[in-house]
DNA sequence: ATTGTTGCAAAAATTTTGCATTATC
DNA sequence: GATAATGCAAAATTTTTGCAACAAT
């Protein structure tokens, strides 16, 4: 597309990733779009998200189990993984000290702020 | 040891990872200490890595380039990590606020706290 | 034509694991 | 001797990459 250079598959794989709130892998990714798009490769996916991250449209949130999880919501907010199922949810900014200040340590500049919160998710605790 | 079954190498291993502020990844650890002892696995490095988490002596950090990053500084703090060198330092308790609160969240329960700023350390913006 | 994007498969890199051997008590 | 810890190498995973083919203008 002209000048944003956006693909049909590159676009479709940014919807899928904004369009949940699971915070999702990139297989997770890939086994969703396959559904619709039989002909993806995970290769594909992987070079789109990192595209994303580097423009900024999407933030890695955390590691679970050795998968990096990713958000499309890019607004300040903070997680909570739980440690058992794996699950990853948003935790409301006003529940989360997060201070948007940058450069505050000597020499430091800060450019993002990441909060996470470990423990066991309400179903987890439930079952 | 008794009781503790602590092998000579598995405290070698985690006096390594507590006499370091750099927050080492696995395979720093095992670079390091194979100086001293020669005839070490880095399976072992990770075997030893996992118990000492299960165990609470030292918690991961964060994930840089892919690799884990651990601290034996298991008491309440804050890490930076630049982007540009992948240096993790230590921010004081002070300067972040973690909350110790816990199974704030409806029927969450909140067992630990990880609170990481990321952005271009001081030597990287020097340069 | 030229530029960018993808599929595919191989490759890298990190972490885990099976099993025989060695250490520890 | 019984139990636990380790070395080694293979395996399992996640992620990256090379390259030929394809798409778009």
Same mark, same amino acid.
């Given at each position: ?11 479709? =794989? ?7 709130? +699971?915070? &999702?892998? /990139?297989?997770?990714?890939? #086994? ?16 789109? =998200? ?7 449209? +999407?933030? &890695?949130? /955390?590691?679970?189990?050795? #998968? ?60």
């Amino acid at each position: 597309m002209s000048g944003q250079n956006f693909s049909k598959k590159r676009q479709m =794989i940014l919807d899928t990733i904004k369009s949940t709130d +699971i915070h &999702p892998s /990139a297989k997770w990714v890939y #086994e969703t779009l396959k559904e619709q798009v039989p002909d993806l490769s995970l290769g594909t996916v992987y070079r789109n =998200i990192n595209l994303f991250k580097e423009q900024g449209l +999407i933030i &890695p949130v /955390a590691n679970v189990d050795g #998968e990096e999880r990713i958000d499309g919501d890019t607004s300040a907010h903070a997680h909570f993984v739980c440690k058992e199922c794996g699950c990853v949810y948003d935790v409301p900014a006003t529940h989360a000290p997060i201070s948007e200040e940058t450069c505050t340590l000597d020499g430091f500049c800060t450019h993002n702020t990441v909060l996470t919160y470990y423990g066991i998710c309400g179903a987890c605790t439930t079952i």
